[in-house]
């Protein structure tokens, strides 16, 4: 049989969103095959705000979930493979569910992930007044 975890992790972000609450995942950054921007992990960790208002293009199938996220002002497309989440909760009140730890699986070149990274943008950043 194939993992539960993507399953579950659909399912828990559907309900965390039913009750309007908003979903975090806790990942483990050092997974293999991850793309995530460096500098925002703390102890091989980071904790992401999926909620719909964070995120663009949020694809979650059996393998990864992706998305465009910002940093620091700064857009980015991160590739999160499943067995990577350690776990999925609501920020308000931590209702959800933990995970075991899974090894990273040996890289294959049959499928690699996804490289598509925005451009980043060059020069100072600019506001304008429109009216």
Not at 21 to 41: D, K, M, R, S, W
Not at 76 to 91: C, E, F, H, M
């Amino acid at each position: 049989m194939t993992s539960s975890r993507p399953y579950i992790i659909r399912a828990l972000y559907e309900w965390i969103l039913d009750n309007n609450c908003t979903p975090h995942i806790l990942v483990n950054a050092e997974y293999a095959g991850i793309q995530i921007p460096a500098g925002f992990t703390k102890n091989g960790q980071i904790t992401l705000n999926l909620s719909p208002s964070a995120v663009r293009h949020l694809h979650a199938d059996n393998e990864a979930l992706s998305f465009e996220g910002r940093f620091a002002g700064v857009a980015y497309r991160l590739y999160i493979p499943v067995g990577a989440v350690l776990a999925i909760y609501a920020r308000e009140d931590g209702q959800g569910m933990a995970f075991n730890q899974e090894p990273a699986p040996t890289p294959t070149d049959e499928d690699p992930p996804p490289t598509d990274k925005p451009p980043r943008p060059s020069g100072r950043p600019t506001l304008r007044v429109v009216k």
